[in-house]
């Protein structure tokens, strides 16, 4: 037995980029239904990342996704970057004009959530997309299954891919594949119960390795450490832990305490060949993945989003067809600052392992460069906070 439901836009994925664009095609008056295999709790409790630039922010309090971000989140005004013992400061507004706010993820989705099912919208959990039908049709649909089997298909005008880097969608839009580039190195992350250790971010490189000491709370702390990619998360102590976080941060005093948690994240950067097949779009992490040292993963994210929802609007509203066709080529653009930025944060900051004498001496060099002089560090200050959304199509 299959249902089949119709809908204006159906999206594949209740993460960021497919419940943000839910929401901001309700306020143009078009309904969309949007379907995750995971549950509700599932998302709202996945740790992820922290940081959103300051367009993000403005952009969830402008269209009413969340009020709570400027309550419970954190105004940073900076980063630190340490090396050689020393702690370099990045003043964002200072350098920009701008600041990013902590937020983990997952209240950014709590938030979302909250919102489109106070809003009457259609959002289902358990529901995994298997395949998409006739993909460049104007009916594009999404062949599906609920946690009970049961067969669902949604016929819709625009089918949109944020089901992940695993997604289904993806293979539709861009059976090629993508361009990538995988990172000799990993991120050992934790939470642990403990009291913040600065009041920004530090993003620390030294001999033996790199570490970020970010943030989560008052009284809980995230951090992250260089580790091989085949690490496996539960072979190392806690006390391990803290020493490997120590030899990364020489110079600076952590605050130690119980680690609640603890993961390894793989390093990749991908962008998809294509974005857009006919009737049917990719955004967020299905389209791409950054590295994390960015932080920009969730940004990126929010970014084709906002391109994505007039390109859809023009079509739907109006009939106007171009600014979905021109849609990829102008995210396009974001997406390939956004890797760079984030590849090259990675590699500033990393140890390769077969680096070289030389190598190390370069980067030294390099870090000396961006933090000694007003440019270097407006340079980065600009990538970190944002740059503004590119709306016109
Ligand atoms: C995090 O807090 O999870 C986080 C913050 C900044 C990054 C990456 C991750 O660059």
Known sequence: MTTTVRTRVAIVGAGPAGLLLSHLLAAAGIGSIVIDRRERDE??????????EQGTVDLLV???????????????DGIELRF??????????ALTGRSV?????????TD??????????DLRFGVTATAVRDAASSRPTVVAVDADGAELEIEAEVVVGADGSHGVVRKTVSPTGGHFREYPFAWFGILCEARPSNDVLVYSSADAGFALISQRSESVQRMYF????DTDPAAMSDVQIWA?????????????????RRDVLRFRS??????RRGRTVLVGDAAHTVPPTGAKGMNLAVADVVLLDRAIRALLLDGDEGPLDRFPEVAARRIWKAQHFSSWMTNLLHTAPDATDFDRRRRQGELHMLTGSESGRRYLAEAYTGWPFDTAL
């Open 62 to 76: 402008s269209s009413d996704a969340s009020t709570r971000v400027l309550a419970d989140g954190h105004r940073h």
């Open 112 to 121: 979302l959530i909250a919102a489109r099912l106070a809003d009457g919208q």
């Open 226 to 229: 260089q580790c091989e990619p």
């Open 101 to 109: 706010w902590l937020y983990p993820q997952h209240e950014v989705l």
């Open 270 to 275: 991908f962008v998809a060949h294509e974005l």
């Open 244 to 260: 490997e976080l120590r030899k990364r941060t020489p110079g600076m005093r952590l605050n130690e305490g119980p680690i609640i």
């Open 43 to 52: 998302i709202e409790r996945t740790v992820r990342a922290g940081i959103l």
């Open 84 to 93: 050689d013992g020393a702690g370099h400061r990045f003043d964002f507004p």
